[in-house]
């Protein structure tokens, strides 16, 4: 089985200051890596994602997440974070493959400070 | 324009009236699942569909149905719903095999359900 552990629940950091949002992951077998995004009052939408190769993965709106195997970790970044970024964000993974299943964490929640 | 339409989008009703909440994708996406979102719970998964006639329970499906006539449309049915089936409730779908499946979920933009 595979699970997903978001370590933050609520993260406040101040407009401009840079973010780490933490995700790490559990499986025995290979895995893709997802971050979705949901802004208030929407659905989720796809942020970034790892399938294979480079373990440093861009993603849209200057966010970027590195796949690291031996620690099993997933994070998402930004340099410099916006008032627009304010939202919740979900890591998530699926065994890769064919079909299977999504299995998302319980989210963590960016605020951002003016 | 790609995408998953959920209707209703807020919904208001009192246990033990049925409803169902459907969900229709333009995509021609094989795989469909439905999501309840709570507060600390994350998303969790309701049911899901591979293909037409395909259907299977996923983490938390008690209390709800589901059908796949179409390819298009996953309806979610909740036969006699109770006050803890209030949750905001999220369609997606995506591919199901080929090159182009990656695991990219699509979501609809969710379904906010009251039952009192």
């Known amino acids: 089985a595979q699970s997903v552990t978001q370590l933050d629940s609520q993260v406040p950091v101040f407009e401009e200051a840079p973010v780490e949002l933490r995700c790490n992951y559990s499986?025995?077998?290979?895995?893709?890596l997802f971050w979705y995004v949901q802004y208030p009052n929407q659905g989720l939408q796809l942020l970034l994602k790892y399938l294979s190769g480079s373990t440093l993965v861009k993603g849209i709106n200057g966010f970027e997440a590195e796949f690291n195997k031996s620690q099993t970790s997933f994070h998402l970044r930004k340099p410099s974070v916006h008032i627009s970024d304010t939202a919740e964000y979900f890591c998530?993974?699926?065994?890769?493959?064919?079909?299977?299943?999504?299995?998302f964490g319980i989210g963590t929640k960016l605020q951002v400070i003016p | 324009e790609a995408q998953v339409t959920q209707n209703p989008r807020y919904l208001i009703t009192v246990t033990g009236k049925k409803l169902t909440v459907t969900c229709s994708q333009n995509m021609n996406h094989e795989y469909m699942s439905w999501y309840r979102q709570d507060p600390g719970l994350g998303l969790r998964q309701i049911y899901y569909?591979?293909?037409?006639?395909?259907?299977d329970k996923g983490d938390v499906p008690e209390g709800y149905k589901v059908s796949r006539k179409e390819k298009r449309n996953f309806p979610l049915i909740l036969e006699s719903p109770s006050p803890n089936q209030t949750s905001l409730y999220f369609c997606a779908s995506r591919l199901r095999t080929g090159e182009a499946n990656t695991g990219e979920l699509f979501f609809g933009e969710g379904s906010r359900l009251t039952v009192l």
């Open positions: 569909s591979m293909n037409v006639e395909v259907t």
């Open positions: 499986s025995s077998v290979s895995v893709y």
């Open positions: 998530a993974v699926m065994r890769s493959g064919g079909y299977q299943k999504v299995t």
